[in-house]
């Protein structure tokens, strides 16, 4: 009975928002890139970057929003680098999108030493605090779960409506869609399908870079090696599971952080029966049960990692 | 911009190209040495010393390059049938695991017979590791390079789980290590005295084997003909799916003798610490390779190369040795453009 | 109303002195073009002869190195797509610019609406799209998902597209080329509908009845280079036909062959997607040697699924597949070919051969596991080499050797080494299947003519093709496919093309549904 008690208390929920957080942001990155029709294996090392870059920002004694800013830059720039090999040049998504995990992460690993060559144990900064909205966060264990989170949660569910808005309400997000369908019609109507693309991989990416400084600014208070800890690659899997639609990979998001604090709490209860390892395992586990799940009812945008060249036919 | 197929391909093109993109990834390096405060030339001067300057250096960055090649022909083989194996990680570490449980005097056998069926078993290992992606893949359209990633994770918790469990050493004064493997079971050194073992000799025969079947045989086609266009290939009769599973198990195998070779070679046991992302790195290596298996022999030692520079040369000079992985990613990605940029031609109107 | 109009009027477009070059092809030679308003002029050429180059430098997608296009008046800056329509030109391209899975409305006003606007416009996209619509007699639902439309469907989403952004200048490329002879007339009226409220319209062909149908001029462009150009009244077929090609065109003369036994059988077979147009239930079909039978009809109507199951992709789900007397149990690409069934797939590019393997490693792909080949699992290259280079040579191939890569082969250089790899080892059954789409007049004779001497040799050829002409020119019998149909066959000469036609368009068929074809 303990272990299904779990689910109704308000910190559990609390702590599976938080764990939601991050997946959210980079989720929104992948799904857009992967909308416009291009695959962003760069996401692992693009939210290692932006771990470090908002950190190091507030770090350096800029506001956290400076930090965060400085995050989806840093995300933009590595964004701009995949965009160039993958889109203009057509070169392979899969390679180049490994390519730039290991470059962003090793670069962060360098830039990290050479910033901080003396210190031993990461120093802390003074992250984002929870902010209570009157009223809602009364509610019983919704208002403690919902709305008791920092600034850059909220921030995070905003972007799910804003992405929504943008890709079924607005003139761009049409283009944008039709891009990853077929990059042809858009370019008959006189739109650069080159433009777009770069367009939405510079801008999935600054998401997935806000997605890494939030551990950083949010979740924890400093900068570990490790610490994205393949998150990225859970969102690969989550755009898959909610079917390129943000609202299911925002639903996606929250189940699989859900499941995620969960096993944390279980662990607890049944006290050390289990190795622990088999709790950290069941996440990624649970992806790829997911991918298989979805795979039948899965309808990619039809033009998914296939370069296109104007003039071709 | 377009891009239009050199019809006229030289030697020159395909030589030129990759050379302009080492020579832009040691500009970059060279930045980024500049930016930790540092001399480029003297950096560069202590990699190459660390690399290659004596013999203690030369042997070292073979030894390193001894599972890259194993990892680098993994992945080749893989990209070569358009099988995009991630979980060359993960492969090598079943790998050293098969190792350490067959190689720790469970099985009463004699060497010479003990050798063969453990080797026999890593490769089986690794390669239905790597079968299950593939059938994934093959059965559901469940993009392997997303399994193979979380695959990798997966099996490092085990291996975390086995070391604190079932094969833990009890004698490990607490450390999640393994029992050593048996006198028989070790690679025996190339050189009294010196780290490097005969797992680099295995390494060089794997590469001759998988050029052969690359080159030489129907299976070697067959894969070639899936990776360039499966559906002409499934058209022209060959069996596309089986022709993919048995890609996997040859690519899993071979990364797999990469955890042998370093555990029964190298390191005697096995620990969480075994590769220092050994099965990224072979990305890395196949592709500067071109995903020739006989010039991952090379690359795999450039690559070795680096790192063990890199390693010898942060000891004295105040630049960190990441400054290795960021050379090799960056020449992953120079190197992708160059050989496209050899075989097309960019137009800008 | 001027149809013919005087040279005095000013002209909607002129296109000066294009001159376009892909390293030592001349794709456009200094060629001229002007279009009046209220005039349909065709630009007619066989495949190669620089139409489609002409128009992607038209739109922007390519510069010319020399000479300008100039549109009311206004030259067009080189390169940029959006000039083109900004000055009101559209386009009609032969394969639809249509993203599917989005709505009639969001592909028409899509690139419309500012990108920076917050809000896409619904309510003035679907009025104007109406009252289009209702003007030209080109109704289609705007909220209609385009997967869901027939293709003449999509073709008035395509013409209203242009409209919707005020074209006044309408190019067609190929624009019958997928449509029913009923489709083609209805889309001949909307265009003298169009031109009569004052637009001006191209009509990109390669077919005469057509352009002397509904054009009031004709260019005609061989090899890149303007040859000709007629008031059509002032001109006929055979004149056209003549300037269109250097040599004249000659029908391949086919000797009357006594067919043989049956080398084929569909037996009530049922395959393909269920629901889909392309779906067979129950059909069959017969295939006897020294027999070509011709499969007409508008692509997309189970001509895929047909060329599937004679070819081994596609394995029956019921009913009886029999070739030479055998009653097949597993069907597959691999049985097929060890049963004597040569095959030559509609896409070259995509199924007919892997681009970047060699000419060599290309031409041995479905024999590779024979022993002519391989040995123990080993290949045999010297073998492959001296069939490639045999290859080359019967075949006229031009290829610098067997180790060239087949990227850089032309359509008519890689469909002889297709053909050289089916024909080889004499099969008892061909499958062709738009065997000379996109083929130049030389390339497409020398493929009827390796089809007749295989038929001579007494094999069974299935030929499917969209081209009426090419049908009629080769096949002993006729068949007609539509909706996953076939029509019972008719011996050469027997229908009209105005029978055949109706019968395309899926009337006159059985009542059962499945055409006998015995």
């Given amino acids: 009975m303990e272990a299904f008690d779990i689910l109704l208390t308000a910190s559990f929920w609390a702590a599976a928002i938080r764990i939601a957080s991050p997946l959210i942001f980079a989720t929104m990155g992948e799904l857009i890139c992967e909308r416009a029709g291009v695959l962003n294996l760069g996401i692992e090392g693009i939210m290692v970057a932006g771990a470090f870059a908002g950190w190091i920002t507030v770090y350096a004694g800029a506001d956290l929003w400076v930090g965060v800013a400085a995050a989806a830059l840093a995300g933009a720039a590595f964004g701009l680098l995949h965009g160039f090999f993958t889109v203009p040049l057509g070169l392979s998504q899969h390679v180049t999108g490994i390519g730039i995990t290991l470059l962003a992460t090793s670069l962060t690993y360098f830039v990290y030493r050479i910033s901080l060559p003396e210190v031993t144990s990461p120093p802390k900064i003074e992250p984002f605090v929870p902010l209570a909205i009157p009223f809602l966060s009364d509610i019983p264990v919704i208002g403690p779960a919902l709305f008791n989170q920092t600034p850059l949660t909220y921030l995070a569910f905003v972007l799910v409506g804003l992405v929504a808005w943008v890709l079924y309400r607005t003139p761009l997000g049409i283009t944008l869609r039709a891009v990853g369908e077929n990059p042809a019609a858009v370019e008959a109507q006189g739109i650069s399908v080159t433009a777009i693309r770069m367009g939405a991989v510079m801008a999935g990416s600054a998401m997935m870079a806000v997605g890494g400084a939030f551990l950083t600014m949010s979740a924890f208070n400093s900068f570990f090696f490790e610490m994205v800890n393949g998150r990225g690659w859970i969102c690969i899997a989550l755009v898959v599971f909610g079917s390129w639609r943000p609202g299911k990979a925002l639903l996606g998001a929250i189940l699989f952080a859900a499941f995620d604090a969960y096993q944390v709490r279980l662990q607890q209860v049944t006290g050390g029966v289990v190795p622990y390892q088999v709790f950290l395992m069941l996440p990624y586990v649970l992806s790829i049960v997911a991918l298989i799940a979805v795979s039948r009812r899965a309808s990619y945008p039809k033009a998914l990692m296939i370069p296109y060249q104007k003039g071709e036919r | ?349 | 109303m001027t149809r013919h109009a005087s040279g005095k009027a000013k002209p909607v477009l002129r296109l000066a002195g294009i001159t376009k070059r892909f390293g030592p092809l001349v794709a456009n030679d200094a060629v001229d073009v002007t279009l009046q308003r209220g005039e349909v002029v065709a630009l007619l050429g066989e495949n190669g002869a620089g139409k489609t180059t002409l128009m992607n430098i038209l739109f922007g997608h390519y510069v010319a190195d020399s000479g300008t296009v100039s549109a009311f008046g206004r030259e067009l800056p080189p390169g940029d797509p959006h000039a083109a329509l900004q000055a009101g030109i559209g386009m009609v391209h032969q394969h639809f610019m249509l993203v599917d899975n989005m709505t009639v409305l969001e592909n028409i006003a899509l690139g419309t609406q500012s990108l920076a606007a917050v809000r896409f416009d619904k309510k003035i996209a679907r009025s104007r799209i109406v009252e289009l619509g209702r003007a030209f007699g080109l109704a289609v639902d705007p909220d209609a998902r385009i997967a869901d439309l027939s293709v003449g469907e999509r073709q008035r989403v395509e013409i209203l597209k242009a409209l919707y952004r005020e074209a006044r200048i309408l190019i067609l490329d190929e624009p019958t080329a997928v449509l029913t002879p009923m489709e083609a007339d209805a889309l001949f009226a909307t265009l003298k509908k169009l031109v009569g409220e004052g637009l001006a319209v191209i009509f990109i062909s390669h077919k005469l009845n057509e352009v002397m149908a509904i054009s009031d001029r004709v260019l005609v462009l061989r090899a890149g280079r303007l040859v000709g150009e007629r008031h059509i009244a002032d001109t006929d077929r055979s004149e056209l036909a003549a300037l269109m090609v250097d040599e004249e065109i000659r029908p391949p003369s086919v000797e009357p062959v006594e067919p043989g036994r049956i080398a084929f059988e569909l037996k009530a077979v049922s395959a393909g997607r269920p629901g889909s147009a392309g779906r067979l239930e129950g059909t069959d079909l017969t295939l006897r040697a020294g027999e070509i039978t011709g499969i007409a009809g508008v692509s997309g109507n189970g001509q895929a699924t047909l060329a599937g199951l004679v070819s081994g992709t596609t394995a029956p789900e019921a009913g009886a597949l029999v070739v030479g007397g055998e009653a097949m149990t597993t069907w597959s690409p691999h049985i097929a070919l060890s049963h004597g069934i040569g095959r030559i797939p509609e896409d070259r590019h995509a199924t007919g051969m892997i681009g970047d393997m060699s000419v060599a490693e290309n031409l041995v792909s479905e024999t590779v596991r024979t022993p002519r080949f391989s040995r123990a699992g080993f290949l045999k290259a010297r073998a492959a080499q001296d069939f490639a280079r045999a290859v080359i040579a019967d075949y006229d191939v031009k290829c610098p050797s067997p180790e060239a890569r087949t990227r850089l082969l032309s359509g008519g250089n890689m469909q002889k080494l297709i053909l050289g790899r089916a024909l080889d080892g004499a099969p008892s059954v061909i499958m062709a299947n738009q065997p000379t789409r996109g083929l130049d007049v030389g390339a497409v004779a020398y493929v009827h003519r390796r089809l007749l001497e295989a038929r001579s040799n007494g094999a069974a050829v299935l030929l499917i093709s969209e081209d009426l002409d090419e049908i009629l020119a080769l096949s002993d019998r006729v068949i007609v496919m539509s909706r996953g149909r076939l029509s019972a066959p008719s011996a050469r000469g027997d229908r009209s093309i105005r029978q055949l036609g109706e019968l395309m368009a899926g009337h006159g068929f059985a009542q059962d549904g499945a055409g006998h074809a015995a």
């Fill in chain 2, 1 to 349: 911009m377009r891009l239009e197929p050199r019809s006229d391909a030289t030697l020159a093109h395909t030589l030129l190209f990759p050379a302009g993109a080492v020579l832009l990834t040691l500009i970059i390096a060279a930045g980024l040495v500049l930016l930790a405060g540092a001399s480029p030339f003297s950096v560069f001067g202590l990699v190459l010393k660390g690399a290659v300057g004596s013999e203690f250096a030369l042997l070292e960055t073979l030894t390193r390059a001894t599972p890259l090649i194993f990892t680098g022909l993994a992945v080749a083989v893989a990209f070569r049938a358009r099988l995009w194996n991630i979980g060359a990680e993960a492969q090598l570490y079943i790998g050293a695991v098969v190792t350490v449980v067959l190689g720790t005097g469970i099985l009463p056998l004699p060497g010479p017979v003990l050798v063969p069926v453990l080797i026999a078993g890593v490769v089986c290992a690794g390669g239905l590791l790597l079968l299950g992606p593939a059938y994934l893949k093959i059965r559901f359209g469940v993009d392997e390079v997303v399994t193979t990633l979380l695959m990798n994770f997966i099996i490092l918790l085990f291996v975390s789980m086995l070391l604190e469990g079932p094969l833990k050493d009890p004698m490990g004064l607490g450390w999640p290590q393994s029992k050593r493997v048996t006198e028989d079971v070790q690679l025996p050194r190339l050189i009294r005295g010196k780290r490097l073992h005969l797992g680099f000799g295995l390494a060089l025969i794997s590469a001759l084997a998988t050029w052969v079947i690359m080159k030489k045989t129907v299976f070697g086609y067959e894969m070639r003909a899936v990776g360039h266009n499966a559906e002409a290939a499934r058209f022209a009769g060959i069996p596309v799916n089986i022709v993919l599973m048995k890609t996997a198990l040859l690519s899993g195998g071979l990364a797999a003798l990469a955890g042998y070779s370093e555990v029964a070679g190298l390191k005697g046991n096995l620990t969480l610490d075994l590769s220092p992302g050994f099965g990224y790195t072979g990305i890395v290596v196949a592709m500067l390779a071109m995903l020739n298996p006989l010039g991952i022999v090379l690359s795999a030692i450039f690559v070795a190369g680096i790192f063990v520079g890199a390693d010898a040369m942060s000891r004295s000079a105040k630049v960190p040795s990441y400054i290795a992985d960021v050379m090799t990613a960056t020449a992953l990605l120079t190197m992708v453009a160059a050989i496209m940029l050899a075989r097309y031609r960019v137009r800008w109107r």
